[in-house]
């Protein structure tokens, strides 16, 4: 969108990102806040965004307790039923985003494989193993299915693993424990991991002698890197350089992956996030946060106090 567009809409523009954030009561971004974007918070003001502090550098958090901020985390706001209504969008469109991107990776042009995704007559398709069966993974059954590969779904959640294999006819179903995992790194052509521990990093549950075990220019695809990775080889990397080679394996870690499709996250965000921020605004987080347990939640920073079960990353 343009700046008349804001300005259309009713927004000021300012001359600075500093400015911004200085002049506000409650910033909203999307992507977690760098380092500078918190030093420009006055004290006792509000932020609310993709936050992610349980991969976040402590000294970010240490910062938002300094300056007494409060801090809502989008990607916590949960409801009643344990539906995440602003995480999901996201997650949907970033596992649709790993099949398209995976059959990038695979390509020679990328140092794949030069594999064909979906195969052809004679040709087996490729092998693809996800492993989480979440929102995000589903979505990215669904688009490797799309493509015709062959695809293995990987849980430790059985009732998730019966609506893959009831939703899915012809997708292989495995509980996800280290021997199955070392067994699919074996095959696979491209590993999706898109684990997801609610309020909490994920676990590494591959290892780097499984990556070491995969076959070369094999591609790994850690979506779960927002909040840590849940593989040992993987480090957040950016659009501009996607993706890098370790154990002979190519490695896309990309952090907010939605990004890549700007304008349909910003419209999918929005719809799901637009109704809690309207509610802050109009009624102010405390009187907010005591009324809407989903809210609540969601705060994980509150005047700043930090929720008692955050973790923080040494690297992030």
Known sequence: FSDLDYERAGARIVYSAEEAFGRADLVLKVARPLSEELQWLPPRTALAGLLH???ARQEKVVMLQQKEITAIAYEQIQLENGFFPVRAPLSQIGGYLAAQIGARLLQNNSGGKGILMGGMPGIPPAEVAVVGAGLSGTCAVQGFLGMRAHVTVL???LNALQRIY???PGVVTMVSNPRNLAR???YADLIAATILVPGKRPPVIITREMVRSMKPRSVIMDISIDEGGCVETSR???HESPYYL?????HYCVPNIPSVVARTATYAFLNAAFPFILKIVNEGIDKTREEDPAIANGTVVYHGKLRSNMRFSSSS
């Open 53 to 55: 502090l349980n991969s």
């Open 155 to 157: 849980d430790t959640d």
């Open 166 to 168: 009831e939703r899915f």
């Open 184 to 186: 699919v790194c074996c």
């Open 236 to 238: 957040p990397t950016t």
């Open 246 to 250: 370790d154990e002979g394996i190519i």
